[in-house]
């Protein structure tokens, strides 16, 4: 034999009419469950009803009911449908009702109140009560009624099984007051207090879900919010994807990672994926240092990210389209000045750089040349600067002035003063062995 559960264990009353022959019935309501919570779905029960004296031993009213649980567990039952309500006095004594289900007695609980139509079927009203042709009225006020089996508490004409209208619904529980909402007895979600006053929404036992505000704004700290969520106050997010902005394609994202705080982003149509490598900007929570235009080359991949100030297409980690003012030195590690020349034959760094007087092309020097400078890979400030043409084979970046290695084969030092093959003088031969030349 199953053990079941009485989970609705408020019975529900309702005359069934009120009219000149009373039916002597009112309406009992359940949803059965085994003991491990899962409803008893459509099956057939057997349900006795006993109506028992205060001394919860002598019974007055006997009667059982077959019946089949819907999909959500629910039976309904007709008490005094099967056995004859009348002959209890209900006037005396306190009356106590007592549920079986397939055998296993469920509980015990006291009739508080009894239907006005089984207290009395001659008289039509009461201290209490006054009947109409389908509708019970409060004589205590007019607009507590219950009407086609419908409760409506401020109008007389409930429109839904319970209608309240101009009014307050209170819930007064000393430790957890709640709503449950069902839908086919599944899945249901509950909203309410606890002890702590504040105020949930979650969804039942073992499960999740969304809470969803389909329209309109929300406010916290605000009753008047003008988007759809206004804060006032401070938020915290304890994640280290504490935020997430989404548009079109891409996605942002805004990270704490240990000591750093990253500004993110995602690949084309994988908005709410993972970040790539691109690193625009990372900022030390330790010494507040900034870093911008980051790349993490990852798997050989050729991800480039740069600062454009007056561009939106940087071509070098900071791109800059308009003047520059500086307030103090500028500091880099190259050494020198030098400008792209176009060559005529390919040139390596510390060659001694010269122009072909015919060609007008800058070759490694020879006799009769215009001396130009020293070629180097390590300069400073670079003049007549183009795009990707550090990568192009048929320019060479020359040193013009500024400390620079050399190719001590390709030229003749005397007392420090470095010369060309042909005496053409170079410059002056440093202690840190490079050609200082202007």
Do not use: C
């Not at 949930?200 to 879900?209: E, K, L, M, P, T």
């Not at 980051?294 to 990210?305: D, E, P």
Request: aromatic letters at 8%; charged letters at 20%.
């Amino acid at each position: 034999m199953k053990k079941v559960t009485l989970i609705l264990v408020a019975i529900l009353f309702a005359v069934t009419g009120i009219l000149a022959q009373v039916p002597n019935q009112f309406k009992y309501q359940a949803v059965l469950r085994n003991a491990d919570g899962t409803i008893i779905a459509e099956e057939s029960v057997i349900i006795d009803i006993s109506i028992l004296e205060s001394d919860l031993v002598t019974s007055v009213f006997d009667e059982t009911h077959t019946v089949t649980t819907t999909a959500q567990g629910l039976i309904n039952l007709n008490i005094g449908s099967v056995e004859d309500l009348s002959v209890i006095d209900w006037t005396a004594d306190d009356y106590f009702i007592e549920i079986t289900v397939n055998g296993t007695i469920m509980g015990t609980s006291q009739l508080l109140s009894v239907p006005y139509a089984l207290l009395s079927e001659t008289a039509r009203t009461s201290a209490d009560w006054t009947a109409d042709v389908d509708t019970l009225y409060s004589a205590v006020d007019s607009t507590l009624v219950i009407k086609n089996g419908k409760i409506g508490i401020g109008t007389t004409d409930p429109e839904g099984e319970l209608e309240l209208k101009n009014g307050q619904i209170r819930i007064n529980n000393s430790s957890y007051s709640r709503i449950e909402y069902y839908i086919n007895g599944l899945d249901n979600w509950t909203t309410g207090t606890r002890t702590d006053d504040d105020y949930y929404i979650w969804r039942g036992v073992g499960s999740s879900g969304n809470v969803l505000i389909p329209t309109g704004n929300t406010g916290i700290g605000t009753v008047t919010p003008n988007t759809k969520l206004e804060v006032t106050g401070e938020i915290t997010a304890n994640s280290q994807n504490s935020f997430r902005q989404v548009h079109g394609d891409y996605g942002v994202i805004h990270r704490i990672d240990n000591n750093a705080y990253y500004l993110l982003s995602t690949n084309a149509e994988d908005q709410y994926g993972m970040w790539n490598d691109f690193r625009p900007l990372v900022y030390n929570i330790i010494n507040g240092n900034i870093s911008l235009g980051q790349a993490v080359y990852a798997n050989n991949s050729n991800h480039f990210v740069g600062i454009g100030l007056g561009n939106n297409n940087p071509a070098y980690p900071l791109d800059v389209v308009g003047n520059v003012n500086t307030t103090g030195s500028y500091l880099t590690n190259g050494s020198d000045f030098a400008e792209y020349f176009i060559n005529e034959e390919e040139l390596i760094s510390g060659d001694i750089a010269g122009i072909n007087l015919e060609t007008g092309k800058v070759r490694k020097y020879q006799i009769g040349d215009e001396l130009v400078g020293i070629v180097s890979n390590d300069a400073g400030y670079v003049g007549n600067n183009a795009l990707d043409r550090e990568n192009d084979f048929d320019y060479t970046l020359v040193g013009l002035s500024g400390q620079l290695e050399f190719d001590e084969s390709q030229v003749i030092i005397e007392n420090r003063v470095v010369k060309t093959i042909d005496g053409v003088k170079i410059g002056v031969l440093l202690a840190n062995g490079k050609i200082f030349i202007r």
